[in-house]
């Protein structure tokens, strides 16, 4: 790797918040490589990448629709919030919602199929509405969740009308029990899921990769310590379990009372209802979650457009 780039400090300062010269040295160190001089500050203790990796940096919509045990998401993006205030822009998210929900979350399908009501695809619609609103859109990801026994609970935060909002979520409760049950409590577990963002159900669901990526690091920082090595994989198991206590539902503090698992709150609702009732999936889109969002000078933009 040559030189390192203004634009690489920055955009690395962004992910972590540490500071330049850090960010410029951790680089040097990684040739270059956002990800592992991310992963270089981390061992040093000097990033905070983990609150920081996930910003919106995107307008636009999560709509959702949800019926017969089944929901769907889909994000539809645009330029600026203006748009997606914009009637005709939300209803074209909430019929691809709705799609989605009957025939499934294949966004390369769903733009070839023909849109309600009129004698255009998707994908025709979608240039329509380009032309005709007059700034750029796109359909960025979508997702199905069924369940054969049990409900889909569904949940928006920050809804900027019915069925569209910033941060959608499906939360999938398998169980015997009467719906009218299990609709409160999954309710509250997808207010949850919105809030703290679970990588996975349980631990044995987590990315392998990921639990490796953090032993390794956790490893590096424990041994830097200088304990013998017996105790510093008792370290690392014991910073292991507390991660876990972080990105893994079933082991997360429940936002509801912020002490009990979730695990322990469906173990006593199972007893409550009298069959066991389990979280089956969850999914959670936070708008233009992973974009990063170009940085404009709105002045400058009007003087050139001013000549």
Not at 175 to 190: E, H, M, N, R, T
Not at 279 to 303: M, Q, T, Y
Request: charged share 25%.
């Amino acid at each position: 790797m040559g030189v390192i780039t203004a634009g690489q400090v920055k955009e690395l300062r962004g992910k972590t918040g540490a500071g330049m010269m850090d960010c410029k040295r951790a680089l040097t160190e990684s040739g270059g490589d956002i990800e592992a001089a991310v992963d270089w500050l981390r061992k040093k203790g000097l990033s905070a990448a983990a609150k920081k990796a996930g910003r919106v940096a995107a307008e636009g919509v999560v709509a959702m629709a949800a019926g017969n045990g089944a929901g769907a998401l889909i994000e539809v993006n645009s330029e600026t919030d203006f748009v997606s205030r914009n009637e005709a822009f939300q209803d074209f998210a909430t019929t691809l919602a709705s799609m989605v929900l009957e025939s499934g979350e294949d966004l390369d399908a769903l733009v070839g199929r023909r849109y309600p009501g009129e004698e255009r695809t998707v994908g025709e619609q979608l240039t329509h509405n380009i032309a005709t609103i007059g700034e750029n859109m796109s359909l960025r990801r979508a997702v199905r969740l069924r369940v054969d026994q049990g409900v889909i609970c569904p949940y928006l935060h920050n809804a900027v009308a019915p069925g569209l909002g910033k941060i959608g979520v499906l939360v999938a409760l398998r169980s015997a029990a009467d719906p009218q049950v299990l609709q409160p409590l999954g309710k509250q577990i997808a207010m949850h899921v919105a809030a703290t963002g679970p990588r996975s159900v349980d631990v044995s669901d987590l990315d392998p990769m990921l639990v490796e990526r953090e032993r390794t690091i956790l490893m590096e920082q424990a041994e830097a310590s200088g304990r013998p090595v017996a105790i510093v994989e008792k370290m690392v198991e014991g910073r292991l379990r507390k991660f876990y206590k972080e990105v893994v539902l079933l082991e997360q503090a429940f936002v509801i009372d912020n002490e009990t698992p979730v695990g322990k709150v469906l173990v006593q609702a199972s007893k409550d209802a009298g069959t066991p009732i389990e979280v089956a999936g969850f999914r959670r889109f936070v708008l233009g979650e992973g974009i990063e969002r170009e940085d404009k000078d709105f002045a400058a933009e009007v003087a050139a457009q001013l000549g």
